[in-house]
T-cell receptor, first 111, second 112 residues
Framework: EDQVTQSPEALRLQEGESSSLNCSYT??????LFWYRQDPGKGPEFLFT???AGEEKEKERLKATLTKKESFLHITAPKPEDSATYLC????????????FGAGTRLAVHP | NAGVTQTPKFQVLKTGQSMTLQCAQD?????MYWYRQDPGMGLRLIYY???????DKGEVPNGYNVSRLNKREFSLRLESAAPSQTSVYFC???????????FGAGTRLSVL
């Protein structure tokens, strides 16, 4: 069964304290891995797509990496505005754009 | 550009009542999706529409129906609401060949 697991469930950081979020997956026929950011009361907002092991993408303080079994979202010197829930989703083979989502990591960055 | 617009933002229903959640996108996307989000769980696909005129079941379709009214609009109907359908519902859209799904702000539904 296709499965996506994110860890930790929640993470509290001090401003400037770098860390990483993990997304591990067990799927057949991975086509791509997506990271989204979700602010309270809002819909998910696209951050990155990764398609092959070894690929990396960066945006401001965020960097996403991909291996054959997991992806990491590295947050360097976070600021309070980085506080949000970060969702990982994998796209699997099939007749449509099927995404399987993890439950997310709630990140709180304190001044 | 508004992107994906969902109405209403909040709704409270009594068990057995019916309602329709509305979704419209202005990005000229062919594909549209309905998800539900529950605490501690990932987003789960209810129904999707690959293109105008087609709809298909997702992971959790029971208790729901959908209508792809035209290319812009995709509605989700609860015929007889149940407390288990208390959730946050998200609509999304994407363009074939472009894998990114764009989401609306959600409808928060409580069924008492």
């Amino acid at each position: 069964e296709d499965q996506v697991t994110q860890s930790p469930e929640a993470l509290r950081l001090q401003e400037g304290e770098s860390s990483s979020l993990n997304c591990s997956y067990t799927v057949s026929g991975l086509r791509g891995l997506f990271w989204y950011r979700q602010d309270p009361g809002k819909g998910p907002e696209f951050l990155f797509t990764l398609y092959s092991a070894g690929e990396e993408k960066e945006k401001e303080r965020l960097k996403a990496t991909l291996t054959k079994k997991e992806s990491f979202l590295h947050i360097t010197a976070p600021k309070p505005e980085d506080s949000a829930t970060y969702l990982c989703a994998v796209q699997v083979g099939g007749g449509y754009n099927k995404l399987i989502f993890g439950a997310g990591t709630r990140l709180a960055v304190h001044p | 550009n508004a992107g994906v617009t969902q109405t209403p933002k909040f709704q409270v229903l009594k068990t057995g009542q019916s309602m329709t959640l509305q979704c419209a996108q202005d990005m000229n996307h062919n594909s549209m999706y309905w998800y539900r989000q529950d605490p501690g769980m990932g987003l789960r696909l209810i129904y999707y529409s690959a293109s105008e005129g087609t709809t298909d079941k997702g992971e959790v379709p029971n208790g729901y129906n959908v209508s792809r009214l035209n290319k812009r609009e995709f509605s989700l109907r609860l015929e007889s609401a149940a407390p288990s359908q208390t959730s946050v519902y998200f609509c999304a859209s994407s363009e074939p060949g472009w894998d990114i799904q764009y989401f609306g702000a959600g409808t928060r539904l409580s069924v008492l």
